[in-house]
């Protein structure tokens, strides 16, 4: 079949076109293939993301390592806590405590007693920290200090300090009676309470005067002296056996008034053993003062004390033991030495109302059958008088006949 010449010319456009496309496709196949052989990209250029999966793994390994490493650098470098007081072996009173010590600024330390975390203490910025704890049960305990961390763990430990806590002593007391009250100058008897088998200290207006045992009855005296009259403050301290002060009684106030001078006997002699009837008592005191005369404790008479400081008393006392004491009057506390006499029964059916000689002048010649305490009794002379009058008789119950008794008048 013919084609016309204006169809050849339009299948020549055509194969035209195709060739050109073809030649186009093939540049940008080259084009593209050039590009992927091309030397590798710039370090701005994107990086596929495995790639960057792949290079981070190595840098993160090493970061944590890092912070491993800062951490064990960090808890290396925390100061262990310390306890400075009470020092290891010190013996302590039972009850409240003060604990100090040291450790890191800013941070906490766990109190730690036998064990058991009994509080928690923040440390200042001088490295210092105080707690107070509180111990009752004696014997010996232990203590350490434990630094803890924000999240409160523990990351140091002090070295655990043993301490003594003693069994709580019962303060020593001084008599009710003394409290408050008016005492003379010179010698005191004090006496109180304290721990059995414990030794106790007393202490005037600060100062120890004296050192008591306790009694195993619980009890003590001493005898002190305080001349300065005024107020004078009276404590007892109890002590252990290295004369450490362990407890003490509460303040007792006292007031000591100038000394008044205790009356004393002369006569008769403490153990003295003395015939029946009139007994005439003798002494000293202070000149112008009132005595007191007491028999077994009961007040028999008063006398006066003379200016010469002598004072005499006669009285008839009963049969048998009598304690025979002196005070001034109304001053039980001013009390003279005491004295021990016995007094004999006079013989049965012997009557004194007449003597079988005269006794109305100052000499007695004594006949068969007397007395010396009837004659005494008939020449209204006290008995003792007499005797005093007569030294050469060695017996006042045995005289003679034809001998002659001086009556003192």
Same mark, same amino acid.
């Given at each position: 079949?013919?084609?016309?010449?204006?169809?050849?010319?339009?299948?020549?456009?055509?194969?035209?076109?195709?060739?050109?496309?073809?030649? &186009?496709?093939?540049?940008?196949?080259?084009?593209?293939?050039?590009?992927?052989?091309?030397?590798?990209?710039?370090?701005?250029? *994107?990086?596929?993301?495995?790639?960057?999966?792949?290079?981070?793994?190595?840098?993160?390994?090493?970061?944590?390592?890092?912070?491993?490493?800062?951490?064990?650098?960090?808890?290396?470098?925390?100061?262990?806590?310390?306890?400075?007081?009470?020092?290891?072996?010190?013996?302590?009173?039972?009850?409240?405590?003060?604990?100090?010590?040291?450790?890191?600024?800013?941070?906490?330390?766990?109190?730690?007693?036998?064990?058991?975390?009994?509080?928690?203490?923040?440390?200042?910025?001088?490295?210092?920290?105080?707690?107070?704890?509180?111990?009752?049960?004696?014997?010996?305990?232990? &203590?350490?200090?434990?630094? &803890?961390?924000?999240?409160?763990?523990?990351?140091?430990?002090?070295?655990?300090?043993?301490?003594?806590?003693?069994?709580?002593?019962?303060?020593?007391?001084?008599?009710?009676?003394?409290?408050?009250?008016?005492?003379?100058?010179?010698?005191?008897?004090?006496?109180?309470?304290?721990?059995?088998?414990?030794?106790?200290?007393?202490?005037?207006?600060?100062?120890?005067?004296?050192?008591?045992?306790?009694?195993?009855?619980?009890?003590?005296?001493?005898?002190?002296?305080?001349?300065?009259?005024?107020?004078? %403050?009276?404590?007892?301290?109890?002590?252990?056996?290295?004369? %450490?002060?362990?407890?003490?009684?509460?303040?007792? =106030?006292?007031?000591?008034?100038?000394?008044?001078?205790?009356?004393?006997?002369? *006569?008769?002699?403490?153990?003295?053993?003395?015939?029946?009837?009139?007994?005439?008592?003798?002494?000293?005191?202070?000149?112008?003062?009132?005595?007191?005369?007491?028999?077994?404790?009961?007040?028999?008479?008063?006398?006066?004390?003379?200016?010469?400081?002598?004072?005499?008393?006669?009285?008839?006392?009963?049969?048998?033991?009598?304690?025979?004491?002196?005070?001034?009057?109304?001053?039980?506390?001013?009390?003279?030495?005491?004295?021990?006499?016995?007094?004999?029964?006079?013989?049965?059916?012997?009557?004194?109302?007449?003597?079988?000689? =005269?006794?109305?002048?100052?000499?007695?010649?004594?006949?068969?059958?007397?007395?010396?305490?009837?004659?005494?009794?008939?020449?209204?002379?006290?008995?003792?008088?007499?005797?005093?009058?007569?030294?050469?008789?060695?017996?006042?119950?045995?005289?003679?006949?034809?001998?002659?008794?001086?009556?003192?008048?």
């Amino acid at each position: 079949m013919a084609h016309t010449a204006s169809e050849v010319r339009r299948f020549d456009l055509f194969k035209l076109i195709v060739t050109l496309a073809l030649l &186009v496709l093939l540049v940008v196949l080259l084009i593209a293939r050039s590009r992927r052989s091309a030397p590798a990209p710039t370090p701005t250029a *994107a990086v596929p993301t495995a790639v960057v999966v792949a290079a981070t793994e190595p840098a993160v390994e090493a970061e944590a390592t890092a912070d491993a490493d800062i951490g064990e650098a960090a808890e290396a470098e925390i100061a262990v806590p310390t306890l400075d007081s009470p020092v290891a072996g010190e013996v302590l009173p039972a009850g409240e405590l003060a604990l100090s010590g040291t450790g890191e600024p800013g941070s906490e330390v766990q109190i730690v007693v036998d064990g058991e975390v009994v509080g928690v203490a923040p440390v200042g910025s001088d490295g210092r920290w105080t707690y107070v704890i509180d111990i009752e049960e004696p014997g010996e305990h232990e &203590v350490a200090v434990r630094a &803890v961390d924000a999240g409160e763990e523990v990351v140091a430990v002090s070295e655990p300090v043993p301490l003594i806590v003693a069994a709580e002593v019962v303060a020593p007391t001084l008599d009710p009676s003394f409290e408050g009250a008016e005492l003379p100058a010179g010698e005191l008897t004090l006496g109180g309470t304290g721990e059995p088998g414990s030794e106790v200290q007393i202490v005037v207006d600060g100062e120890v005067v004296g050192v008591a045992p306790v009694g195993s009855d619980g009890r003590w005296t001493c005898v002190i002296d305080i001349e300065e009259p005024g107020e004078h %403050e009276v404590v007892v301290r109890a002590v252990d056996a290295g004369e %450490e002060v362990v407890a003490a009684s509460e303040p007792v =106030s006292v007031t000591v008034v100038a000394g008044v001078v205790a009356p004393e006997f002369e *006569a008769p002699a403490s153990g003295a053993e003395l015939s029946a009837g009139e007994l005439t008592l003798s002494g000293v005191g202070e000149p112008g003062t009132e005595v007191e005369i007491l028999d077994n404790g009961v007040v028999v008479g008063v006398a006066q004390v003379g200016d010469d400081g002598q004072w005499r008393f006669t009285f008839e006392p009963e049969p048998g033991d009598h304690q025979l004491a002196v005070r001034v009057a109304g001053d039980e506390a001013a009390v003279g030495g005491a004295v021990a006499v016995k007094v004999s029964s006079p013989p049965s059916g012997t009557a004194c109302d007449a003597p079988l000689g =005269s006794c109305t002048g100052d000499k007695y010649v004594v006949v068969s059958g007397d007395m010396l305490w009837c004659i005494s009794r008939c020449a209204d002379v006290n008995l003792y008088a007499v005797i005093a009058a007569n030294p050469e008789i060695e017996n006042p119950d045995l005289i003679f006949p034809e001998q002659i008794i001086r009556i003192p008048r």
